[in-house]
């Protein structure tokens, strides 16, 4: 029976295009750990948990070279921080950091090193990319964006618009309200994950200044399952919503 072949892409560089470069063992598929604070109350048995969200975490990779394998082409590609896939994993995408300058220097000496990926915590959906279009007769007030993860998300949203300085953006019912103090054609860019946002006008220059209010709750979310999008404007201002593409909405644990 044939072994399976393994193989990485980080950084957009898949290991299979570095001659001399083996792939030996990948990590098994795993949650990430919690990080949970434990609360001990005298007179009370047992404890508390309060859970604090994920954590990061290394993901070892066993690696070697063969050959006449450029070691300098290895060490360059590794000394990077981005998307990485693993074959065991093909069409999901984690964020990872090689820092281990200790597998670096076996890897010379040796031929062969554990590189640990310190890896953050969800990962998701590889090429996952969702396009609504006004023009194809799309109400871009009802609009159905599934979530095919098995936890929460904050995608990024770009949303086209014509004419308007005002847009509301309702997910799940909660509002996000963004005012543009310049008149014009514009696109919107909100990424969820970190909660900025960028607008840009026609000539694709960055517009200054602009408000954002998220809802009394924080920044949204879209939860595993069915969420609703609306892009509507406030009463008494126009809006040209002339399309939105939606990035990320799938992760995983």
Request: net charge negative; aromatic share 8%; charged share 25%.
């Amino acid at each position: 029976m044939s072994k399976t072949k393994h193989w990485i892409n980080f950084c957009g560089v898949s290991s299979e295009s570095i001659a001399g470069l083996l792939i030996n063992e990948l990590p098994p598929i795993q949650m990430p750990p919690k990080r949970i604070n434990k609360i001990e109350i005298e007179g009370r048995d047992g404890d508390i948990i309060e859970e604090l969200g994920y954590m990061s975490y290394d993901r070892p990779v066993q690696l070697s070279i063969i050959g006449d394998c450029d070691i300098d082409k290895v060490f360059g590609w590794l000394n990077n921080s981005g998307n990485i896939i693993f074959s065991n994993e093909p069409n999901k995408v984690y964020k990872a950091t090689v820092c281990d300058t200790v597998a670096f220097e076996r890897l010379v000496r040796f031929k062969k090193a554990s590189v640990k990926f310190h890896t953050q915590p969800f990962k998701t959906l590889y090429n996952e990319l969702l396009r609504f279009v006004a023009d194809d007769g799309t109400d871009m007030a009802n609009l159905v964006i599934k979530n095919q993860g098995n936890i929460y998300s904050r995608p990024t949203i770009e949303v086209d618009l014509g004419s308007t300085t005002w847009l509301d953006m309702k997910i799940n019912g909660e509002a996000t309200r963004i005012i543009i103090e310049e008149d014009g054609n514009h696109t919107v860019v909100l990424n969820l994950e970190n909660g900025k946002i960028t607008v840009l006008n026609s000539q694709n220059v960055e517009v200054e200044p602009f408000s954002l209010r998220y809802p009394d709750g924080g920044i949204p979310f879209f939860k595993p399952g069915d969420n609703t999008l609306s892009l509507v404007h406030p009463a008494g201002h126009e809006t040209d919503i002339r399309g939105v593409t939606i990035a990320n909405v799938s992760r995983w644990l």
